[in-house]
């Protein structure tokens, strides 16, 4: 399948006209005007024998697919596309292999609640169970890792599942819907009449409970907290509640903590943005939480990278939890308040409730506890000839102003750019927080770029990491887009080395990586690099990344045996902190702000 | 403790291993399942029994109702309810010794509702403690058990309201009860 067949204009205002007018069409025509009726411009796919009737209708409808190398691919490039954009990213395979290649990419989406529609191909319907080619039950499959999923036999049925698969993906708690087509379903023909398509009214959650008692009893709590502390969640983003969290925050001055998803939906320079918490984040930001005395989790789930052991979190704190989940609600935590509804609507209620207060006591007594850990901070070490990825965070949010949409992996690098990159703006970081899926970042990105093409994108990956998905150049090169790669080299597995250096005795198995050289490896699919061994190439290099054409991949050579503090270990206290070593005099970098 | 939900689900193909892959997923054992249809045309009724902490009721509740093709869920918990299962229990008795059985069967108000000349089959329905009871006193009888069917309990609610979750919605039918669940929140997606 060639990816510039866009369809000329006229083409496209005839498929258009179906959207208006009952006509007969196959399934397959029915699949793709269905997607371009839901506001579809772009599909991440990979064909195969199950899916051709579907590939074979594509030319005629305004719908630009993106080929991938690996169906895994597809799948976190509808993911970065979602995450990117806030609309739904839509991902096509084949059955068979095609189909359980995507799984990793769906439990990643359903991990980071992403909404993205995954399309498969499936043998006839006459065939089904009878372990036919490339046959294999994939609605099975992913029901673990789908918030739904359908099985599609017949044409007529098309319109109907998959407008019901996009409303299930974007409603209440997003997440990913699989829609399986058997090839018998794309090859008939049904009316398709996209208004009678329209799924029943959304259904809200039947036990979301936003109630007076409940509202009032928050105010209550926030009007006699005396420390504090807001802890802002994916949630925020996912909802749209930035203006009424850092309204609440402002007013009530009550210092915000972030978790991994949450960076960006609170800006990072604002005052009363303490940074991230958990297990990498700073020391002050966890002694605060265990030190409050009310909480207020804002779309967040009490995840264990960001509370330790719950036997010993924050035990003097009253706790609201602000949820549109309620299964999340005294899962991991008990809380004291529940408000379970959409949390912008949520705080709307509320903030009329909330009084301005005086936080100054407890804002300071935060801020006198910044001080020791910030001296140990790598970032402030003088330059002595070796590059820390510390350093290649810190140097790329200042070089790029702190604009650019950066797509993380999994790993070391994922915890240093969520300390030393600092985001102002929600859907500015893309990483995956909840599966932690390694080889993320490469698809991801390219997804990314394809929901904002105007934007400075630029992929943050582990060497490891990198291996995993390190195909997909092939598709930044085929589709001729811009995005620039750092890869933080450090010849190891790194945070798998870091945790057997801290709680294996240094026993280094498995960890130590060859890798191609990345330079060259880039050099073949005629993508430009280089290699980047001292701080004082770095902001050289990650310029001349932003000024080259096309895309661009920097090899930092960084110290190969750092590791990320602080770290609480898994299952420790929140204050259980392992903290950065002492290391030798400070000088601040001239180029440090 | 024990738990006991009664759901009404879409009345699809694979809806109940949705349910069922949700209590595997949170490493939960299914002591008893029950399912056929209700009062509500396209809707099955289930009756589900399961061990779990005794907080687990509301995550578990909450977590059906994620599920696409679950349309209610009642958690009956501690309320007054009626609960019965059915069992079948074949058991070998030649013409001498019958009469015997029938005695047992008449005392524990079951039924005979098959005989052959070597065995008969005893229905009963009750509250598990009984059919528990009468299969204990067949079995001081080695060999006279031959089969034993049991259904699973079911559970229904006491008490005028056609399902606790239309009650906890505060409304009496069903139209009422989705519009009040229409009201308490959310919003139409894009």
């Not at chain 1, 903290?579 to 000088?587: A, F, S």
Request: hydrophobic share 40%; net charge negative.
């Amino acid at each position: 399948m060639g990816t510039k067949t866009n369809p000329s204009a006229s083409n496209a205002s005839d498929t258009n006209a179906h959207l208006t007018t009952p006509t007969r069409l196959t399934g397959s025509e029915i699949l793709w005007a269905t997607l371009v009726g839901e506001g579809v411009t772009d599909v991440f796919g990979y064909p195969g024998g199950a899916i051709l009737p579907a590939y074979d209708a594509l030319r005629k409808f305004p719908i630009h697919h993106v080929l991938v190398r690996h169906e895994q691919g597809a799948a976190h490039m509808a993911d970065g596309y979602a995450r990117a954009s806030g609309k739904v990213g839509v991902c096509i395979a084949t059955s068979g292999p095609g189909a359980t290649n995507l799984v990793t990419g769906i439990a990643t989406a359903m991990l980071d609640s992403i909404p993205i529609v995954c399309i498969t191909g499936n043998v006839s319907s006459k065939v089904l169970g009878t372990d036919a080619f490339q046959e294999v039950d994939i609605t099975g499959i992913t029901l673990p890792v789908t918030k739904h999923n359908f099985l599609v036999s017949r044409a007529e049925d098309l319109a109907k599942a998959l407008r019901l698969a996009f409303q299930i993906a974007q409603s209440g708690r997003p997440g990913p819907v699989l829609v399986d087509i058997t090839k018998d379903a794309q090859q008939g023909t049904a009316i398709f009449d996209f208004e009678a398509a329209k799924p029943r009214p959304y259904r809200p959650h039947p036990m979301l409970r936003v109630e007076d008692a409940g509202l009032a009893q928050a105010a209550e709590l926030i009007r006699n907290a005396k420390r504090p502390v807001i802890l802002a969640g994916h949630g925020v983003s996912e909802s749209g509640a930035m203006e009424q969290t850092r309204t609440l925050a402002e007013r009530a001055q009550i210092p915000v903590a972030l978790t991994l998803l949450g960076l960006g939906a609170f800006p990072a320079s604002h005052e009363l943005n303490m940074g991230m918490m958990g297990m990498h984040g700073e020391a002050w930001v966890n002694h605060a939480i265990q030190e409050a005395d009310l909480l207020i989790a804002c779309g967040m789930r009490f995840d264990d990278r960001v509370t330790g052991t719950t036997a010993t979190y924050a035990l003097k704190a009253k706790k609201i939890h602000i949820e549109v989940d309620p299964a999340e609600i005294n899962k991991n935590v008990k809380v004291d308040v529940a408000l379970v509804g959409d949390l912008r609507e949520v705080l709307e209620q509320l903030l009329p409730r909330v009084a301005g207060r005086d936080g100054s006591a407890w804002l300071k007594t935060i801020n006198s506890s910044k001080g020791e850990a910030a001296v140990r901070d790598i970032k402030n070490l003088p330059d002595s000839g070796h590059l820390y990825a510390a350093h290649v965070m810190h140097d790329l949010w200042r070089i790029t102003g702190g604009n650019a949409i950066v797509v993380t992996d999994v790993g070391q690098h994922q915890m240093w750019e969520a300390q030393y990159f600092h985001h102002e703006h929600p859907r500015t970081l893309i990483t995956s927080g909840g599966l932690g899926t390694m080889g993320f970042a490469l698809p991801a990105a390219i997804g990314a770029k394809f929901a904002c093409p105007e934007r400075e994108v630029w992929v943050i990956a582990g060497d490891g990491g990198f291996q995993m998905t390190a195909a997909e150049l092939s598709t930044i090169v085929q589709e001729k887009i811009k995005i620039n790669i750092a890869i933080i080299n450090n010849g190891y597995l790194g945070m798998v080395r870091q945790w057997q250096e801290f709680f294996y005795e240094s026993n280094y198995e498995a960890t130590p990586l060859v890798s191609p050289d990345f330079v060259k490896l880039a050099d073949a699919h005629g993508i430009a690099g280089r290699a980047v061994r001292t701080r004082a190439d770095v902001a050289e290099a990650v310029e001349e990344a932003r000024s080259a054409n096309g895309a661009y991949l920097l090899n930092f050579m960084v110290e190969k045996e750092d590791s990320v503090y602080p770290m609480i270990p898994a299952g420790s206290a929140l204050h259980e902190m392992i903290r950065r070593p002492e290391k030798d005099p400070l000088i601040e970098s001239p180029d440090d702000i | 403790m024990l738990h006991t939900f009664v759901a009404y689900v879409e009345d699809l193909p694979g809806v109940l291993t949705r349910v069922a892959s949700l209590f595997r997923r949170l490493n939960i054992n299914i002591n008893s399942l029950t399912v056929g249809r209700s009062e509500r045309a396209g809707l099955s009724r289930l009756t589900l029994v399961c061990e779990a902490s005794s907080e687990a009721g509301h995550r578990i509740r909450a977590s059906l109702y994620k599920l696409e093709n679950v349309v209610d869920v009642d958690d009956i918990a501690q309320a007054p309810s009626v609960t019965r299962e059915l069992a079948l229990i074949k058991v070998a008795a030649s013409p001498t010794d019958r009469s015997q059985i029938f005695d047992l069967v008449e005392v524990y108000r079951a039924r005979i509702v098959d005989l052959t000349s070597e065995s008969l089959v005893i229905e009963m329905t009750g509250v598990e403690s009984k059919i528990e009871g009468l299969i204990e006193v067949l079995r001081e009888d080695e060999g006279r058990i031959l089969e034993i069917c049991r259904s699973g309990k079911m559970t229904m609610r006491r008490g005028h309201h056609t399902s606790g979750v239309l009650q906890a919605l505060g409304a009496g039918d069903s139209e009422e009860a989705e519009e009040v669940a229409e009201d308490k929140a959310a919003v139409e997606p894009e």
